[in-house]
Structures are given as C-alpha cells and as structure tokens.
C-alpha cells in the first residue's frame, strides 16, 4: 500500500521517503515555525492568538499538540495549512515560506468538511480532477487511497448515508489521494467514539510506517496525543505560546500493550500535568 | 452534519406513512366539498354548487375558451418567471460572492421588495403601455426579488470549512465557485424558485385583470360583469390546480437535485 503518487511529477516529494520511519532524533526539518505570532480582532478586540513561537517538525516525525481552549493550536495549524497569515516571523515547509493552501499539505478537519453532493469516489477524487489528473490515473489513485482506508465497498455512497468515523477515512483519503508531504489534522477524532477512534490511531499509525510522511496533529485527547507522536507540544493560552516539548520515547510500532505499560502512564501523566497545571 | 449517524441509516423522508397522510388529505377535500354543497343548498348570495360549477367547467373546456386562458396565463408566468429566475440566480451570486456587488445591489433590492409588485403595475402601463409586456414585466419583477434574495443567502450560507477544504485540495476561486458555491446553494435557489413561483403566479391574475384580452383573470372580470358566478369558481380551481402543478413539479427537480441534502 503506496503512497497514491500525483501525475507526471508535478509534486516531486517522494524521494528518500521509502527507507521507512527513522528513528528518533530527526534531521531535516519539514515544518518550520520561526518566532511566528499571530494575532485578529476577536469580537472588536484584539487577539493574540500565537505570540513569538518557534517550533521545528521534522521529515517523517509525529507532533501532537494539546493545550486548552484559546491556546492557539488551531491557529498554527491554519498559518502551516495556509488559511491563516502570520502578522509576524515566517512559517517554512520544506524550507519554503507558506504562501496561502495548497495540495502538498493535506487538511483533515475536525468537521469531516467532505463535499455531500459528492459521493466518496468522487470526493476523493476532488483534488486530482482540480490538478487535471488524466482520468485513468484518477481511478487508480482513488482505488488506492480508498483500498488504504477500508473504504471501497462505499465509493459510491453519499456523505450522508456514512458514519462519522467512515467520513473521516474517506477525509483521509481525499488527503492521500494528493500525495501530500506533511499531514496537518486539526482534532481528526475529536467528534468520533473512542472505540472509532482507537481504530483510527491504529490506522494512521500503519500508514505512517509505510510513507513516513510528516503529521502535525492537534487534539484534546492526552492519551491520544501520547499514543501517537514522538513528542508531544503542549500550548498554552493568553497568548498562545509553547508550553513544554515531552518526548515520546517509545518505539513504533505501537501497541494495546504499549498503552497499559507503566512508561506510557507515566508520559501521559507528565503531558496530563503540564495541560491542566500550567500555573 | 456534524452528527454521526449509524452506517448506511437513510433517514425517512417523512414520519408518517404516506398512506394515511393521503388518507387524511381526502377526507379534508371531502369535508370541504360537503360544506360548499351545504353553503349551496341554502342559497347564499347566489352561491353555485359543485355540481354547477363542474357542468360549466365541461362547457368552458368542450368550447376550447378554458384552455385559450388557462395557456395565456401559464405562458406569462412561465416567461416571466424564467427571465426573473435567470437574471436573479447570477445577480445573487454576484451579491454573495463580491463585496462590491453586494454593496452596489443591495439598496435597490431592498428598496423594491418593500414595493409590492402589483404597486407598479400603473407606472409599467404608463411606460410600457398596456400589451403583454408591462404584465410580462410585472411577473418578471415578482419573482426576481424573492429569487435574488434566497440566492444571496445561499451564497453566503456556505459552510467555510468547505471552502478551506477545496483551497488545500489546490482549487483556485473559479473552481470553488463552479464545483463548490453552486452545488452548496443549490437548494437555497431551488426554495427561491419556489417562492418565486409562487409570487409569479399570484401576481398574474392581478395583472391580467386590467387589460388583458384572454387568460384567467380576464375570465373572471368578464364573468363578474355578467354575474357568472360559476365561471369564476372555474378559474378559480383552475388557477389554484395550476399553481399547484406547478409547485410540484419545482419540488420534484428539487428532490432529484438536492437527495445529498441530509434531511430531518
């Protein structure tokens, strides 16, 4: 199960990519955050929603960020996705400044955002037919992405007719199908039940082992943000700014095990603390 | 959206049965014709039974005079609505979509939906004399405004997270539009129409009784003279029937255009 590839090279991004995860320290920097702020009106007053941040993601690693309400995560993500502009510093991916969205970060939202009028197939095939894929390599790719998810026997299904955790696969889906070099997921399993979601941590985890590709994730779930990265960002609000790094120093794969093992626990307890006592 | 329904759970249409809704439907009719026969019998300002009405209906139908007003009517609806519809859907996605539009449109549409149209029927004769234009225009007016408006609101309306979702997926703003706004509005223009529609043909017959050579209104102000009052019943039913075919006939395209719609 490849990575779905774009066409005729139009987003060389793949190279180096198949000697599988490294381990942990990274090298090459893949998201750069460079002392970037942020701030907007918020109901007539000014807002910071990100002050003075400086965060490096590196090739193939997993950050998970957590923090309360207000920290500005989803902010951060928005100025890597390129939805949000920086009012100050410079957001870097694969060393270039970020100037507006594009099909080589993938967005998976809390909200699903699938398009209803379109069944799963042609959701997923919604950024191919944009990049004007020819359509032969358009079916393969879904065929792929929606193989890589479990979701074939449903490509044809409407939005509506799916269960939350199978509108976020077929989400998934839509970003593989793009290839993109870094996964940027603003609280993907915040809406699903923990049974869902578990199987989902699963998932992610597997393809991650096959294309290793970068994954910038936001959530409210300790364990879940524990689970899933090789270090784990904690924010905190007014402003936004960075908290605390807890390296995850636990290898992949990860597993039930792992989770119930007392190193787990222990991380889960120093990540638990510096959420909820940030004083 | 938001909600996770259970897999492949298509939610009912409706909750009741459609049979015993149908059921309840006939029995109202039933009532209602059982009233006017009652209302007949007792002759009240002269007013014709059913039975009266319908023996009139197969005259105005064996001499061909319904169906010469029946289609005049439905022809100046039908072209009124569908210049009114086509200049609407694009001025409200013009309203929706540009913030100079919006600011450029806007008072005028505000200002003419406080008119009701039927309030221009003397200045559109005085201007456009009394043939088939000013009632053609009339109508036009009528349904531009109620479809401007709902186009305007379902352009606005669309959920942001989809349009942030075709910008990372590499869309640029024709193709959010084309593949994105539109779909999204789509019922919000189809329940547009539908008003518009309605608005149409309520403004026809209104339109039609000054000066019109044929069509139901004209009917009916020429039976009001002679006292006919069983002609009038008869283009009454015709135009609430019509109006009614009409409006379902809109429904049906707007279920086959929006089934992705999750419905409650």
Known sequence: ?279 | MMTAAPPSAVAPRRRRAPGSLLGLNLLAVALGLGLWIALAALHIAGLPGPLAVLQRAVELVASGALFVDTWASVRRVLIGFAIGTLLAVPAGFLMGWYGWARGLLEPYIQFFRTIPPLAMIPLAIVFLGIGEVPRVFVITLASFLVSVISTYQGVIGVDRVLINAARTLGAGDAVIFRRVVVPASMPFILVGMRTGLGAAWSTLVAAELIAAQEGLGHRMQQAQVYYDLETIFVALITIGLTGMAMDRLLLAIDKRLTVWQERR
């Open chain 1, 1 to 279: 199960m490849s990575p779905a590839r774009p066409p005729e090279g139009a987003r060389s991004l793949s190279e180096g990519r198949a000697a599988g995860p490294r381990e942990h320290p990274f090298s090459t920097p893949k998201i750069e955050f460079d002392d970037v702020s942020c701030s907007f009106e918020l109901k007539g007053e000014p807002f910071t929603a990100v002050n003075r941040l400086t965060l490096t993601v590196d090739d193939g690693e997993i950050v998970t960020l957590v923090g309360p309400s207000g920290c500005g995560k989803s902010t951060l993500m928005n100025m890597a996705a390129g939805l949000q502009d920086p009012s100050g510093g410079e957001v870097r991916v694969d060393g270039r400044e970020v100037h507006g969205p594009g099909p080589d970060r993938g967005v998976i939202f809390q909200q699903y955002a699938l398009f209803p009028w379109l069944t799963v197939r042609e959701n997923v095939a919604f950024g191919l037919e944009v990049a004007k894929v020819p359509r032969t390599q358009i079916d393969d790719t879904v065929q792929r992405c929606l193989r890589l998810v479990g979701l074939e026997a449903f490509a044809d299904a409407l939005p509506k007719t799916l269960s939350g955790g199978m509108k976020q696969r077929c989400a998934i889906a839509r970003a593989y199908a793009m290839d993109p070099k870094v996964l940027l997921m603003d609280e993907p399993f915040g809406a699903l039940d923990a049974l869902t979601r578990v199987t989902l941590q699963d998932q992610l985890l597997d393809t991650w082992r096959q294309d290793a590709r970068t994954i910038m994730f936001i959530t409210h779930d300790v364990e879940e943000a524990v689970y899933l990265a090789h270090r784990v960002v904690v924010m905190a609000a007014r402003p936004g700014r960075l908290f605390k790094v807890i390296p995850v120093d636990l290898p992949y794969p990860r597993t039930e095990a792992m989770r119930l093992s007392a190193q787990f626990l222990q991380i889960r307890n120093e990540v638990w603390d510096a959420v909820y006592h940030q004083h």
